[in-house]
């Protein structure tokens, strides 16, 4: 079974940075788009980055010029580097991602989420 494993979460403050990871478990699985999603505490999960299979990147706009999201093929990991972060960035952060065996699509996964709080 896929599992998209997730890390680098935790307490920084404003104008600080992280790095967040999404691994597919298990070399036979392979990640094509991907993307993070955050939500905050009553609100909406809502979209903060996607990357496709060919590298494409599309941002919500407000994060726009402060993340960036990137991909490793050869680790099958995906990346959310956060920089100038905001309070308004605290929210519990998920990867999604389209997965493959074998060239054949074999579901859309979400790793279990990792907490992001952004606080002097």
């Known amino acids: 079974q896929v599992q998209l494993v997730e890390s680098g979460g935790g307490l920084v403050q404003p104008g600080g940075s992280l790095r967040l990871s999404c691994a597919a478990s298990?070399?036979?699985?392979?990640?094509?788009?991907a993307g993070w999603y955050r939500q905050a505490p009553g609100k909406q999960r809502e979209l903060v980055a996607a990357i496709t299979v060919g590298g494409s990147t599309n941002y919500a706009d407000s994060v726009k010029g402060r993340f960036t999201i990137s991909r490793d093929n050869a680790k099958n990991t995906v990346y959310l580097q956060m920089n100038m972060l905001k309070p308004e960035d605290t929210a519990d952060y998920y990867c999604?991602?389209?997965?493959?065996?074998?060239?054949?699509?074999?579901?859309?996964?979400w790793g279990q989420g990792t907490q992001v709080t952004v606080s002097s």
């Open positions: 298990g070399s036979i699985f392979s990640i094509n788009d």
């Open positions: 999604n991602a389209r997965i493959y065996y074998s060239g054949s699509y074999h579901g859309n996964y």
